[in-house]
């Protein structure tokens, strides 16, 4: 194995941190609708308060939607629908109302005003804690208010990939699927830190 070099010119630098697990956030736009936009740049942040960010690039109708009505419900599609989160990633829902478009299904959510998706295989009810503004997006950072999982896909553990799995974007049109489960040694030793 070769020693590590400087990432050539042109290469993307985020691309060392993918794939990434996929989410569409369903948003409350201006315009009466709800859009839904997949977003790879995500990650929980906090126990206590329990927080996710979600990174959203500031010229994408998301972000105008999130500015205008501060709630989103995110919502964890699963493998079976790569099709469906690659189109809808793929067009704004500034020109086309995405959920007629594609044939969405929502339901109401318990404690936003924010629908869910209801084929989603997890959907996470937020509200907008904080938001950061770096370069070109806005780091939106959300309180959960709800979480609600399929019971027959989850463990105490989280998902149960005999029965299901998550989209990881890599780049374009390229997910992944997580593949095989691997189990670190116990440090037998209390008193090593590695």
């Avoid at 469906?84 to 959510?109: H, P, T």
Wanted: proline content about 7%.
């Amino acid at each position: 194995m070769m020693g590590l070099s400087p990432l050539p010119q042109g290469y993307r630098f985020y691309y060392t941190l993918h794939p990434r697990p996929t989410v569409l956030l369903a948003t409350r736009c201006p315009n009466g609708r709800v859009n839904l936009m997949p977003a790879s740049w995500n990650m929980p942040v906090s126990e206590e308060p329990p927080t996710i960010a979600v990174a959203i690039d500031k010229e994408s109708y998301t972000f105008e939607c999130l500015e205008y009505h501060p709630e989103a419900t995110i919502n964890i599609p699963s493998s079976q629908h790569l099709d469906l989160v690659y189109a809808l990633g793929s067009v704004s829902g500034r020109s086309i109302d995405k959920v007629n478009r594609y044939g969405i299904q929502l339901e109401e959510s318990l404690r936003i005003s924010v629908p869910r998706w209801k084929d989603a295989i997890a959907s996470i009810e937020a509200k907008v804690y904080e938001k950061l503004d770096v370069g070109e997006v806005g780091l939106y950072v959300f309180e959960v208010v709800g979480v609600y999982v399929d019971l027959d896909l989850y463990t105490r553990w989280g998902w149960d990939f005999r029965k299901t799995n998550l989209l990881l974007h890599g780049a374009g049109r390229s997910f992944y699927l997580v593949g095989k489960w691997l189990r670190a040694k116990k440090n037998r030793d209390p008193t090593q830190v590695y």
